[in-house]
């Protein structure tokens, strides 16, 4: 497909570049809500944060899950037709979004919206590449393709975040509907309408491998999402959800090893080395990304919801990614070590966690942090682009789409599903046992407590409270800067966590010699989308 050119002859290639490019990028705006926003997303909505992030998390199931069925829509479709129905089932979908606050339905449409930008992001992709990565080189691929996407995510993340605190969460969807607008004009315009691949008949697809998928993953990001909040296995809710997870999940192993055109072909993983330790990798990388958001709700504490310096801590992440992406590519393309790329990226993390353990306190300067978000940048394009470059060096081309669904799966809904799940009750159980701590402290021998707690009545009895409301008064703020302080140390200890990982990672990334296989490196001549 990346090879066959949908334009019409009148477009020059400059314009051909530069809708294409305008075309990912627009997509990035399109009903892009994250678990960054959760904050100021649940005091909008007025509901849990668990339901935000099942929202959120549906549009990664979405895209997920359609990723298979997309190689055969290519090919059943003509590709305008296929873009324009995407983009207009989009402004369906946004339009909607944006008069809704029912979360059920919020679920159903972002899970939609999910499918459709699949569809678009995969074709822009490989249109992309058709121009600017002729040769296939799998290197030059990623670092391309996340030079331009990961910074534009962020700035799509910062602006609809002003949007959600400046109005409402209302905006985020509103905000789809001139990007989506703007990309009907660019897609009517340029691409003709003409056939460009041998039309497949989608009765060939495995629909019922398609359906028990979506049920798994569906399932899956339940029970991560609201197993906190159902205090997990005590309730019956999560029970019953474990049992049909189980039953789903081994119905869709047993239905697709079976099957001669899986929906995922599983055996993957038995035929390639690179597709394991890829996964593996992936799924550690995890645990790190997630702890940007640990970073951020303790940003947000510091200076009490400043968005503008939650702003500038965004570009500072952004500029380490324009930094690392294109970097570590160009050091692929000259077959630089991937241990030592790797070996790098991890140690840039282990720099990070040791630099917020040692800072982190009630009195920091919220500039410190601005080394932090660099250095996690820094890690984050190194790893992620030589671990992507990795696991798809030397692949069959008939099985790279499937070796593209497990790390889509690995990063976007597994990976990050599963370690939000876990970092959540993580940080929830430490803030409990650290305030247990700090409350057996502050009794009446405490005179430091005592000093306190008196001077604080004496302010709210200035005030004009009586001595019993000035009381109340000051023993709620008491309370107030204990859960601060014990959310403190709970981010302290995990960030102290994560930098023993790191020190593990970093002493054992050495002696990985499997991250060599590809030391003699193979031609790919086939297109990745």
């Known amino acids: 497909m990346a090879n066959q050119l949908p334009y019409y002859d009148w477009v020059p290639s400059w314009l051909r570049d530069v809708g294409v490019i305008v075309l990912l990028i627009l997509q990035s705006f399109v009903f892009g809500l994250s678990t960054d926003m959760l904050p100021e997303l649940t005091g909008e909505l007025g509901t849990l944060a668990e339901n935000v992030k099942f929202i959120i998390q549906a549009n990664a199931i979405g895209f997920l899950c359609t990723l298979p069925l997309y190689y055969r829509f290519r090919s059943f479709f003509k590709k305008k037709d296929l873009l324009l129905g995407a983009l207009l089932l989009q402004l369906v979908l946004a339009l909607a979004a944006g008069q809704m606050a029912f979360v059920p339905g ?75 607008l703007a990309s009907i004009g660019i897609t009517a315009l340029l691409f003709h309408g003409e056939r460009l691949l041998p039309k497949v008949p989608l009765s060939e697809v495995d629909w019922t491998g398609a359906v028990l998928l979506t049920l798994t993953c569906v399932l899956f990001t339940f029970i991560a999402d609201f197993g906190k909040y159902y205090d997990w296995f005590s309730s019956a809710i999560i029970d019953w959800s474990v049992v049909f997870f189980l039953l789903v999940a081994t119905l869709f192993v047993l239905w697709e090893l079976r099957q001669e055109r899986p929906y995922w072909n599983l055996r ?8 394991r330790l890829g996964i593996l990798l992936m799924l550690v990388l995890c645990l790190f990304i997630y702890s940007s958001s640990l970073a951020r709700q303790f940003a947000l504490g510091l200076v009490k919801g400043d968005s503008w310096f939650l702003g ?79 696991a798809s060096t030397d692949i069959l081309v008939a099985d790279n789409p499937h070796r593209a669904f497990a790390s889509v799966a690995a990063r976007s809904v597994i990976g990050l599903v599963t370690v939000g799940s876990v970092w959540d009750n993580a ?103």
């Not at 159903?108 to 490989?126: H, S």
């Not at 324009?322 to 991937?338: K, T």
């Not at 353990?357 to 250095?375: E, M, T």
Request: charged content about 10%.
């Open 106 to 180: 919020l679920c159903l449409l972002n899970f939609c919206i999910g499918i459709t930008k699949c569809m678009v992001t995969l074709d822009m992709i490989g249109l992309l590449m058709a121009r600017f990565n002729p040769t296939n080189n799998r290197a030059f691929f990623y670092g391309l393709y996340y030079t331009i996407a990961k910074p534009v995510a962020l700035l799509a993340d910062l602006s609809l975040a002003w949007l959600i605190h400046q109005y409402n969460w209302h905006y985020a969807a509103w905000l789809s509907v001139p990007a989506i």
């Open 268 to 275: 993957i993983f038995g035929q390639y080395k690179q597709i």
């Open 312 to 390: 500038r801590l965004t570009v500072s992440t952004l500029l380490a990614y324009l930094i690392s992406f294109p970097l570590c590519s160009w050091l692929l393309a000259r077959q630089v070590s991937y241990r030592l790329l790797l070996l790098t990226g991890f140690v840039c993390y282990m720099l990070s966690y040791g630099y917020i353990v040692v800072l982190i306190s009630p009195g920091i300067d919220p500039a410190n942090l601005y080394l932090f978000y660099f250095l996690q940048g820094i890690a984050y394009g190194l790893i992620l682009t030589t671990l992507s470059t990795f």
């Open 427 to 529: 940080l929830f159980q430490r803030s409990a046992i650290n305030r247990n701590n700090l409350i057996s402290r502050l009794t009446g021998e405490n005179g430091s407590f005592q000093q306190e707690v008196q001077l604080l009545i004496r302010r709210f009895t200035q005030a004009g409270f009586d001595p019993q409301h000035a009381r109340a008064a000051a023993d709620q703020l008491m309370y107030q800067k204990v859960d601060a302080q014990a959310m403190l140390l709970a981010d302290k200890d995990l960030f102290a966590s994560l930098l023993l990982l790191t020190v593990a990672i970093v002493l054992c990334i050495p002696f990985m010699r499997s991250l060599e296989m590809h030391n003699v490196r193979p031609t790919n001549q086939y297109p990745l989308v």
